[in-house]
């Protein structure tokens, strides 16, 4: 099963020359995750694009002086996590503690 990537308008990821570009690697990650997930059967391609779409909808709606910086990823990321609690897969809150544990160890810790 092949996932149907948007090339144009705002559901694209970023690409340059036809390519997709990460600026962090963490993206890539975020990226590759949604694929394996949809692939898997974990999630639908089209739960996780509605969920894409009403991020970036929302985040280009809001207050212009209060939104964040526009960073695809972080929609994309969002829009994961939020596909994964509505199907059971995650308990909400679960990633935001996990990020807690993991901002708390030392420079140089392992990420276990």
Not at 15 to 30: D, I, M, Q
Not at 64 to 90: C, I, K, N
Request: charged letters at 20%; a negative charge; hydrophobic letters at 45%.
């Amino acid at each position: 099963m092949s996932v149907p990537l948007e090339i144009t308008g705002p559901l694209a990821p970023p690409r340059a020359n036809g390519e997709l570009v990460f600026a962090e690697p963490w993206e890539s990650r975020a990226f590759a995750m949604a694929m394996t997930l949809t692939e898997n059967g974990f999630l639908t391609w089209r739960d996780f694009q509605t969920a894409l779409v009403a991020r970036i909808e929302a985040w280009q709606t809001s207050a212009e002086a209060t939104r964040p910086p526009w960073r695809y990823y972080d929609h994309w990321l969002a829009a994961l996590e939020e596909v994964l609690v509505a199907a059971g897969h995650l308990r909400d809150g679960d990633v935001a503690a996990r990020l807690r544990v993991l901002a708390g160890r030392p420079v140089g810790h392992d990420h276990r």
